[in-house]
Nanobody, 121 residues
Framework: QVQLVESGGGWVQAGGSLRLSCAASGRTFSSASMGWFRQAPGKERVFVAGITWRSGSTYYADSVKGRFTISRDNAKNTVYLQMNSLKPEDTAVYYC??????????????WGQGTQVTVSS
């Protein structure tokens, strides 16, 4: 059974940093693209960042470019999201996604349970 488990969420003041981790088990994700999405209360789940499996290319939502960095460690079957210069509008539940592409949640097959990130002003 495939599992994605996020960790690293929490509370931080505006301007601070957090690093989220997503540990994959049940299959080898070194050959799968991985991504991060987020969902604020009362809003739809939206794309944040993605990393391809073949070249390790990364792509980001405009709202986080220059502040967030996605990376992966295939040996550990883990993907990371380094979040710097956090803003109150980054507050959301962050979800790890596996085996998919693009910015639409419908195009991703596997999901973690989510981790809360709260940024106070």
């Amino acid at each position: 059974q495939v599992q994605l488990v996020e960790s690293g969420g929490g509370w931080v003041q505006a301007g601070g940093s957090l690093r989220l981790s997503c540990a994959a088990s049940g299959r080898t994700f070194s050959s799968a693209s991985m991504g991060w999405f987020r969902q604020a209360p009362g809003k739809e789940r939206v794309f944040v960042a993605g990393i391809t499996w073949r070249s390790g290319s990364t792509y980001y939502a405009d709202s986080v470019k220059g502040r967030f960095t996605i990376s992966r460690d295939n040996a550990k079957n883990t993907v990371y999201l380094q979040m710097n210069s956090l803003k109150p509008e980054d507050t959301a539940v962050y979800y790890c996604a596996g085996l998919g592409s693009g910015s639409s949640p419908e195009l991703w097959r596997y999901w973690g349970q989510g981790t809360q990130v709260t940024v106070s002003s």
